[in-house]
C-alpha cells in the first residue's frame, strides 16, 4: 500500500485555544469532514476503563467528537462490548454502570451509551472474511450494524499484544465475548512453580475459575483456561507466564483480522490519545504510572499506519522517572527504544501491524503532519 497521512496535534494549550478546540482542528484538518454523516448511524467505539483506572480517555473529548458528528447530521453513540475476563464490564448492567461512574453517560457525552454485544455478550454478528486466522469474526452487533465507525483510542500498554491502540480497540474491543474467546482461545498461560508464591491473586480474579492453589503454589485446568491473559497481568511474582508455544503474534493476527471485519465496507476514522500511556491495559481496575510523557493526539483513516505512527512516537520519547520501565532500566533514559517489547518481551506489536497491512486494511508507511 502507499503512504497514509496521520495528522498530529501536542499538548501545548494558550486562553484562545483549549485541547478540546485542539482536538476538533485535528479531526477536521485530518478529513473527518469528508464522511457522509447525514442520517448515518455511527459507532464511536471507546474503552470505558474498568473503575478503579484512571487512565483511560476523558469523556470530555468523546462529547466534543460527538457533538461535532451530530453536527453533520449523523445519529453518534458510544459502545464498547463486554469482556471475557471477570470485572465491571462482564455484562451489559454493570458495563453501563461503570461507563458511567468514569463519566460516559447520555448527559455527559452528548449520545447514548450502548453495549454492542448486548446483556451477555450474545449479540453478534458473524462477518465472513475467510481470514487466514478467523474465517468469520463474532462483532458485537451493535458495532456491526452501524454505518460509519469513529475509533477514539488510548494508546498505551498491553501484556499480550504489546499495545494497544486503534487496531485493538476495533479488533478485540468489538468482539463479542465468544469472539473474544476465539482470540484468546490458543494463548494458553502457566504457572513458574518456582516463582509461585500461593498468594491467590489469580484464582481470585479467573472468571473460568481455572485457577487452584494448593500446597501455596497455583496451578491452572487448561481444560476450563480461555487463555485471557488476566493472570499474567495481575501477578507481581512473574510466576503467570505466556505458555511455551503459545505466541502474541498468533492474537495480534486475529486481531487484525477481527478489525478488518469490523471496518468492512463501512467509512471509518481514527483518533489515537497518546496521554497518560500505562504500561498495561485499561481493561485492569487499576494503572501504573505512565511510562513517557503525555505526547499529543493523532488522527487518520489509516487505523495500522495511526498505530505505527504513534509507536514510533513513543519510541523516541524518553521514559519518565517513577515508571516501571524506569524501575526496570535505572539510569537510562531509552530514546529510540522500544518500549513496549522491554515491558512486554514475548509480546510482538509490529505482528498486528504486519498483518494488518497484508491483508489491506492500512499502511506502515505514513506521513506525519502536525496541525
Not at 484538518?29 to 471507546?46: C, L, N, P, W, Y
Not at 497481568?233 to 483480522?257: F, P, W
Request: with cysteine; aromatic share 6%.
Amino acid at each position: 500500500m502507499g503512504t497514509s497521512k496521520v495528522f498530529f496535534t501536542n499538548l501545548r494549550t494558550n486562553p484562545s485555544s483549549n485541547m478540546l478546540d485542539k482536538l476538533e482542528r485535528l479531526v477536521k484538518r485530518a478529513g473527518i469532514e469528508q464522511i457522509s454523516f447525514k442520517d448515518q448511524f455511527v459507532a464511536i467505539k471507546i474503552h470505558f476503563g474498568e473503575p478503579g483506572n484512571l487512565a483511560f480517555i476523558r469523556p470530555n473529548y468523546a462529547a466534543r467528537v460527538a457533538t461535532l458528528l451530530r453536527g453533520l447530521g449523523a445519529k453518534p453513540f458510544l459502545t464498547d462490548s463486554n469482556t471475557l475476563y471477570s470485572g465491571r464490564r462482564a455484562n451489559a448492567v454493570d458495563h453501563l454502570r461503570a461507563a458511567s461512574e468514569n463519566g460516559f453517560n447520555a448527559l455527559s457525552a452528548g449520545c447514548d451509551v450502548m453495549i454492542a454485544d448486548g446483556l451477555k455478550g450474545t449479540s453478534y454478528r458473524e462477518i465472513v472474511i475467510d481470514g487466514e486466522y478467523c474465517r468469520a469474526p463474532k462483532i458485537g452487533a451493535a458495532v456491526a450494524d452501524a454505518d460509519v465507525i469513529v475509533s477514539m483510542n488510548h494508546f498505551k500498554g498491553h501484556e499480550q499484544a504489546g499495545f494497544g491502540g486503534a487496531l485493538k480497540n476495533l479488533g478485540m474491543g468489538c468482539a463479542s465475548v465468544g469472539g473474544k474467546l476465539e482470540m484468546h482461545s490458543s494463548s494458553l498461560p502457566v504457572i513458574d512453580r518456582q516463582r509461585c508464591t500461593g498468594c491467590g491473586i489469580c484464582a481470585r480474579y479467573c472468571s473460568r475459575g481455572a485457577i487452584r492453589v494448593t500446597g501455596r503454589v497455583a496451578a491452572i485446568d487448561e481444560a476450563a483456561c480461555v487463555g485471557c491473559g488476566q493472570c499474567v497481568a495481575l501477578c507481581q511474582h512473574e510466576a503467570a507466564v505466556m505458555g511455551e508455544g503459545d505466541t502474541s503474534e498468533r492474537l495480534n493476527y486475529k486481531i487484525a483480522e477481527y478489525a478488518k471485519a469490523v471496518l468492512l465496507d463501512k467509512p471509518h476514522f481514527h483518533v489515537n490519545f497518546i496521554m497518560n500511556v500505562s504500561p498495561e491495559c485499561d481493561c485492569w481496575h487499576h494503572n501504573d504510572a505512565a511510562i513517557v510523557p503525555d505526547l499529543g493526539i493523532a488522527a487518520s483513516f489509516d487505523p495500522v499506519a495511526i498505530d505505527q505512527a504513534c509507536a514510533d512516537l513513543v519510541t523516541r520519547a524518553p521514559a519518565l522517572a517513577g515508571s516501571l520501565l524506569a524501575d526496570k532500566f535505572p539510569r537510562e533514559e531509552l530514546r529510540g527504544e522500544d518500549k513496549f517489547r522491554l515491558l512486554h518481551p514475548d509480546a510482538t506489536w509490529q505482528a498486528a501491524l504486519a498483518h494488518g497491512e497484508k491483508i489491506g486494511i492500512g499502511s506502515r508507511t505514513y506521513e506525519l503532519v502536525t496541525v
